[in-house]
């Protein structure tokens, strides 16, 4: 079977955090290179035929649209683009970012969470940011990060932090909206699937 090692673990390393992303593991695309025989648990042999990077970081695929519903809820000037200045920009307001799963295989040829096989979970590396840091509010991608979290993380480290479920970013994520999202922000009649997702983003991560 083929493992995925996760190629970032967490951002930023060393610098103070005070609000923390958690999503799951990035698309094979991003962790393979183009040519890679890939093999998972339905036994077929895959090349890897295609670069999804839109950048080398965090949800940087093509077809994740984390970081242009991050910049655009929050109203910030950042070329979405330009991941130099992305990374200043939460580095000096102290916002971190890591996923779930260090080292993973796959049901099948699929970025999806629920496609995930978690060979090592990356509590050590959470549980220590959690520790040396006075984070305020941690931010999941998927109910599906947010309940592997619940259940690998001692829970008198976030005993006192705000936890938030944050609505897919992926286009599957417009499909249907997760009970606690539209218990903690309903829903206005006259809004697209977008238009609330994307006023969800902002309510959310513009909590002090």
């Not at 493992?3 to 958690?22: A, Q, R, T, Y």
């Not at 096989?117 to 947010?146: C, D, G, M, Q």
Request: hydrophobic share 35%.
């Amino acid at each position: 079977m083929t493992i995925e090692v996760h190629p970032w673990k967490i951002f930023p390393k060393n610098s103070e955090i005070n609000k923390l992303i958690i999503g799951s593991f990035p698309p094979n695309k991003m962790v393979l290179p183009v040519g890679y025989k890939m093999r998972y648990l339905d036994g077929l042999d895959k090349v890897n035929d295609r670069d999804s990077k839109r950048f080398n970081f965090f949800y940087g695929s093509k077809q994740n649209g984390f970081w242009e519903l991050f910049i655009n809820s929050l109203k910030l000037k950042i070329d979405i683009d330009d991941l130099k200045v992305l990374k200043n920009w939460l580095r000096k307001n102290k916002w971190g970012v890591t996923d779930i799963v260090l080292k993973t295989t796959r049901k099948k040829d699929s970025p999806s969470d629920q496609d995930l096989v978690p060979k090592e979970w990356n509590t050590s590396l959470i549980e220590k940011a959690l520790n040396e840091n006075k984070i305020r509010h941690i931010y999941f991608t998927s109910k599906w990060v947010r309940n592997h979290f619940e259940k690998i993380i001692r829970p008198k480290l976030y005993k006192s932090i705000k936890l938030c479920t944050l609505i897919s970013p992926s286009p599957s994520g417009l499909r249907r909206f997760p009970k606690e999202v539209t218990l903690e922000l309903p829903r206005n009649e006259d809004e697209s699937n977008k238009e609330y997702r994307l006023r969800y983003y902002n309510f959310v991560l513009s909590i002090q």
